[in-house]
């Protein structure tokens, strides 16, 4: 069964920083893309960045370019997102995806919220 468990969301002031961890279990974890979204009250869920496991090729959006960095560990099946320079309009859930076998699976998500 495909998992995936976000952790390490939480209350921050602006400018601050949070590490997300997405732990995944269920696939053989090298072979995939991982990827970050999230979503604010009233708004749609949105892409955040996306890293493949093969290459270590990352993708991100415009609105966290050089303040987010994802990493992947694929020793213990974990893909980290790295938040910096921390906005109020980062304030969202956010969640872990991949797509195996042609189905997406998410994780629960996990609370950012950062205070102005």
């Known amino acids: 069964e495909v998992q995936l468990v976000e952790s390490g969301g939480g209350l921050v002031q602006t400018g601050g920083s949070l590490t997300l961890s997405c732990t995944a279990s269920?696939?053989?974890?090298?072979?995939?893309?991982i990827g970050w979204f999230r979503q604010a009250p009233g708004k749609e869920r949105e892409g955040v960045s996306l890293?493949?496991?093969?290459?270590?090729?990352?993708v991100y959006a415009d609105s966290v370019k050089g303040r987010f960095t994802i990493s992947s560990d694929n020793a213990k099946n974990t893909v980290y997102l790295q938040m910096s320079s921390l906005k109020p309009e980062d304030t969202a859930v956010y969640y872990c995806?991949?797509?195996?076998?042609?189905?997406?699976?998410w994780g629960q998500g996990t609370q950012v919220t950062v205070s102005s």
């Open positions: 995806k991949t797509t195996y076998r042609g189905y997406d699976y």
């Open positions: 890293i493949s496991n093969k290459d270590s090729a990352t």
């Open positions: 269920g696939f053989t974890f090298a072979d995939y893309a």
